[in-house]
């Protein structure tokens, strides 16, 4: 039971042997796919690795059927790459919100290492996290810290930063001041040693690398990178020249006949490929789910839908999701955030949450958010008050809010969504929901002042979205008269971060 | 700067406007350098960067070395800016990525460098010293994490996207202060007993003591077993003055080390009319600190006026004047003897 750093990451990867995760969101979803696929084809319960792989499966089934599956004799001596980009990732709306994305890598993340822990798994890894250590330590898997280095980069970077001090591109004296002012931002310290080899990049090899980006696995190398050409005429996306640059200045690691793109320099240069225009990154997903949709492997369907979410192509997701939904959320969740600056955004997120509750009646999230999109895709608070409409948008509210209530056995588990509910119906339904809102706000006062506000903030929004001016002041004018004004008012400036406004 | 052995320095080099006449260029061109041998790039300011790209990319006249700022948050808001029909910042997006695009085609061709406080031009075996002042290892870092503030890297399908805060400075609803200024360079150049401190736009306004002016004397007086350096900003027989003369760049403790050595340097401004730069504060502080002024452009913004209104006169016998009209003031520093001003068009020396 060892845990074992970069160097042995490429040797795992040419041996075909174990899995990798990638820092997406839909990693506990993928990993869990991909895990159940390779122990079914060693003999392992066929009927448990179905449910793994059901795209109507819920996160508890899933789990519940993988750690079945890992008890099995198939699952002995794996490797895991990278279980670091499991780590949770500091967001502040994940704080009520998306909790439910946290906890199920969390989830995950637990059963892999206990499991690992006991089945004799090698952890390989290239980028570690201190809270994954800690849980690496906990599980009594041997942790070969490896020392950090001055420069304190990851070690998937080490090789990277050899080189840029052989050339003497950077002095080593700045990459340890560097690393100082970073302390434990480790994300800060990579970041910047990619940028310091990205400045000396020729124009061809920064367009290869921006388009390697967008792919998450090893590539298969033999004339082409995976699914794209690199010889003859076929090369415009990357070019021999281009791969061997990157190789050269350690962007991209190969291992036989693979090559990989590290997650710290993808997530540079993926940022900078879906931002600056430089590459039409859209298309570029488009292509590769195109040619992904030529193979029947699991890890390429995988790839064909992500690629078919990052593309913005709906009628394509929705078509290729074959064993789970979680890339298209996120989609609906990032077309939600822009519907402040284009209104119909709103109503595209809506249209994709109305399908996955519809996949997933289960699915508090979508049902949430189909509400909250769906009440907004109109600038006309009349067309929202509508009756059939406006039941509708009630009814969504109030499955979300008692899914959560359901999951977590609390009626206090989800003051957001509670909050919706009430300020809907106190807003758009004209419903005097002042008793209930005291009564509730009473309660949450025993989880936190932070809840209270959770909840009353979209409660008081709410009020203030009715189309109704009279019924509107009233209740505004009581709920003032009852916690004054100041108080109030804090509750509407609290934290932006609160999600209110934004389905993130 | 014509070193003394033939070697050519420049910093910076911007132009009369958009896409209008770049003096530097001229004037290198008039005196026929044949090559850049340290081109230094100070920040990202339109004011410093618009004619730089002419320069890089020259082919008549090679760059053996560039100098540049650390960090690349300003680029990448430049460049999303020109895209976004924000106007004002389309011509410094064009700029950057022309200078961009130059190094990166260079390949070997000439040398770059991001650089910090204490980092050293090596002129091999020669009796004179370049070495940069700042901006600090501190400052280079923080500019390096507005990049988080700029975009979100962990949104798997979202991608890049630009954070509220910056959507909201797009939409003119709140100003973008991502201050290039932190990352100035800012550079000290010495032979025999002659020595000149270049500022760049060095600010002292952060309270941190490692930022701006602070951070470069701490830096400079070598913590963590560094040796004594502070020396690089003592006796200056000319200070090029921090951002044009604004008070926030103005270090009182910067120029205690220019004149510690009991020299009293000429401290030179380019004006800076937009701003009204230099501030009364700045003119005034520098009666009692500096032998003489010079502005490359007394009627830019009213600035000889100002300087006049603070106590300086107008110098009337030693400068000479340039059939130049453009604002250009060429000054030579003698080992041994008396130093020689000319100057062009509205430049003007008081005292």
């Not at chain 1, 792989?53 to 059927?65: K, N, V």
């Not at chain 1, 099995?72 to 994305?101: C, H, I, T």
């Not at chain 2, 340039?322 to 030579?332: C, D, F, H, K, R």
Request: glycine fraction near 8%.
């Amino acid at each position: 039971m060892t845990a074992r750093t970069v160097e042995e990451t490429s040797v795992a990867r040419a041996a075909g042997k174990g899995w990798q995760a990638f820092g997406a969101e839909d990693d506990h979803l993928r990993l869990t796919v991909l895990i159940a696929s390779t122990l079914r084809n060693r003999g392992a319960c066929a009927a448990l690795a179905e449910v793994c792989m059901g795209p109507q499966s819920s996160w508890s089934d899933r789990l519940s059927a993988l750690r079945d599956l890992l008890e099995s004799e198939q699952a002995e001596g794996q490797v895991l790459v990278d279980v670091d980009a499991l780590a949770p990732r500091f967001k502040m709306y994940e704080l009520w919100d998306n909790r439910r994305f946290v906890q199920e890598r969390r989830e995950l993340r637990n059963l892999l290492v206990e499991s690992g822990s006991r089945r004799g798994w090698t952890f390989i890894r290239p980028a570690p996290q201190h809270s994954v250590t800690l849980d690496l330590s906990g599980a009594g898997v041997a942790v070969d810290h490896g020392g950090r280095s001055p420069t304190g980069e990851s070690p998937e970077l080490r090789r990277l930063v050899r080189r840029l001090l052989e050339q003497e591109r950077v002095r080593e004296g700045d990459l340890v001041e560097f690393a100082e002012e970073a302390g434990n931002r480790q994300d800060l310290i990579d970041t910047h040693v990619v940028r310091r080899t990205d400045q000396r990049l020729s124009p061809e090899a920064r367009d290869a690398a921006l388009r390697l980006s967008l792919l998450r696995p090893a590539q298969a190398l033999n004339g082409s990178i995976g699914i794209v050409p690199i010889d003859g005429e076929n090369s415009h996306r990357i070019d021999r020249s281009s791969l061997d640059e990157l190789l050269a200045a350690g962007l991209v690691d190969q291992a036989d006949t693979t090559v990989q793109m590290p997650r710290a320099v993808r997530r540079f240069y993926r940022g900078l490929a879906e931002g600056t225009g430089d590459i039409d990154a859209r298309n570029e997903h488009w292509w590769f789910a195109k040619q992904l949709g030529k193979s029947t492997a699991v890890e390429d369907r995988i790839e064909q839908h992500y690629h078919s979410v990052c593309a913005h192509s709906v009628e394509e997701a929705f078509e290729t999701a074959t064993y789970y939904v979680a890339d298209i959320r996120a989609l609906a969740v990032w077309l939600s955030r822009k519907g402040s600056i284009n209104e119909n955004f709103y109503a595209k997120a809506a249209e994709i949450f109305g399908r996955l509750w519809k996949l997933d009646p289960s699915d508090a999230y979508a049902w949430e958010y189909w509400a909250y999109n769906t009440s907004r895709s109109s600038a006309n608070p009349f067309v929202v008050a509508m009756p059939p409409l406006r039941s509708k948008i009630r009814e969504a509210y109030e499955t979300a809010w008692r899914l959560e209530v359901s999951r977590a056995g609390n009626e206090l588990a989800n003051p957001l969504y509670h909050g919706r509910w009430l300020g809907f119906r106190g807003g758009e339904c004209e419903e005097d929901v002042f008793g209930e809102f005291v009564a509730s706000l009473n309660n949450y006062r025993s989880v936190s002042e932070e809840a209270m506000a959770w909840f009353a903030k979209p409660v008081i929004q709410g009020i203030r979205r009715s189309p109704s001016r009279q019924h509107r002041e009233t209740l505004y004018d009581r709920v003032v008269g009852q916690f004054g004004a100041e108080r109030v008012k804090r509750w509407e400036g609290a934290g932006s971060q609160s999600g209110d406004g934004k389905a993130d | 700067m014509a070193l003394p052995d033939g070697l050519w320095l420049v910093m910076d080099a911007c132009t009369t406007g958009y896409g209008q006449a770049n003096l530097t260029k001229a004037l290198l061109d008039h005196l026929e350098v044949p090559r850049l041998d340290l081109l230094v790039l100070s920040h990202p300011d339109a004011d410093h960067v618009l004619g730089m790209a002419d320069l890089i990319g020259d082919p008549e006249r090679p760059v053996r070395r560039l100098w540049r700022y650390p960090g690349m948050v300003r680029d990448l808001v430049a460049k999303v800016t020109n895209k976004t029909q924000a106007p004002s910042l389309e011509p410094l997006g064009n700029a950057l990525k022309r200078i961009d695009d130059v190094v990166r085609s260079a390949g070997e061709d000439f040398d770059v460098d991001e650089v910090r406080t204490r980092a050293r031009w090596d002129v091999g075996d020669r009796d004179y010293e370049v070495v940069a002042l700042a901006p600090t290892s501190y400052d280079a870092f923080r500019m390096e994490r507005q990049y988080e503030t700029l975009v979100n890297l962990d949104d798997p399908n979202a991608g890049w996207e630009a954070s509220e805060r910056f959507v909201r400075a797009l939409a003119g609803e709140r100003p973008w202060s991502d201050h290039p200024n932190t990352v100035s360079l800012g550079v000290s150049i010495a032979w025999g007993d002659v020595r000149l401190v270049l500022s760049g736009d060095i600010e002292d306004e952060a309270k941190h003591r490692k930022a701006g002016w602070k951070g470069v004397l701490r830096a400079l007086q070598g913590c963590g077993g560094e040796p004594d350096r502070t020396y690089l900003l003592e006796g200056a027989a000319l200070v090029k003055v921090a951002h044009h003369g604004s008070t926030e760049a103005q270090s009182s403790d910067a120029w205690k080390q220019h004149t510690a050595s009991g020299k009293v340097p000429i401290a030179a401004i380019a004006p800076y009319s937009n701003s009204h730069l230099p501030t009364d504060t700045v003119l005034q502080d520098l009666r009692a600190r500096a032998a003489a002024l010079l502005l490359t452009a007394a009627d830019a913004g009213g600035a000889g006026t100002r300087a006049n209104a603070n106590g300086w006169a107008n110098a009337t016998a030693s400068p000479r004047k340039l059939a130049a009209t453009a604002p250009v003031a060429a000054i030579a520093f003698n080992q041994s003897g008396p130093l020689s001003v000319d100057l062009g068009g509205p430049a003007q020396l008081y005292v």
